[in-house]
């Protein structure tokens, strides 16, 4: 009889213990992270508070990083400059998993579904998918020694992204993770290195170096070039181009 209480109060005393060790419940649109490049880390923060909760160490290279996040809030996904890929838990405070995905990367992005995070590298040049559950290896597309630039993802699992020695656009179509559709759109112009997307994903502008704006325009099922801008009239002309 003692024995059993003993054991019984020893088993609460447990949970008790596991309980307390545990990070409080808490919503995960109030988080935050903050790259610390110097250490290889991320703290993680609470914003209505403006406080730190927790440091997570062992990313990297985190000279050139950057982060997206999963649907839920709960995961960002940390991308280094020696082409590690780091999965980070917010709530547990916690790296989940990092893959070493390439030899130079500075940056990445997630489809819209929030299913598939993809990665650009300099070295050997490429972009490569995740299973962002993961991080298995789903696909890779090689583009020939270009370095990749300006990645973003649009709607219905594809990404948009410059190749800076090639002047090239290229489109993934990754509906197919496993054998994603490329459409590539040469000439648009001497070593684009920025892009994004406007809101509705139809458009895709790419900076190239001579200060022009390229705009390619997605027009189901395929994307069409549309025309070039002068940089400072980009500034002045809405995303919703026609």
Known sequence: ??????????????????????????GTGDLGVVIERARGSV???????????????GLGDLSHASVVFSRDGRYAYVFGRDGGLSQVD??????????????????????????????????????????????????????????????ADLPGQRFAFSLFEASEIWLIDARQPRAPQLTRYPNIGRQPYDGLASQ???????????????????????ATLVYWLPWSLWWMTPLGLR
Request: proline residues 5%; charged residues 20%.
């Open 1 to 26: 009889m003692i024995a059993r209480l003993l054991s019984a109060l020893s088993a609460a005393l447990c949970l008790l213990l596991a309980a307390c060790a545990s990070p409080p419940l808490r």
């Open 43 to 57: 703290q993680i923060v609470e914003q209505s508070a403006r406080r730190s909760l927790g440091r997570v160490e």
């Open 90 to 151: 917010l709530l547990s405070q916690r790296l989940v998993k990092r893959v070493m995905q390439a030899g130079n990367s500075i940056g990445g992005a997630i489809s819209s579904d929030g299913r598939i995070v993809a990665a650009q590298y300099y070295q050997p040049g490429g972009v490569k998918l995740f299973d962002a559950d993961t991080l298995e290896l789903l696909a890779e597309v090689s583009t020939g020694g270009s370095k990749v630039v300006g990645l």
């Open 200 to 222: 509705d994903g139809q458009a895709s502008p790419t900076v190239p170096i001579e200060g022009r704006t390229c705009i390619c325009r997605k027009r189901s099922p395929k």
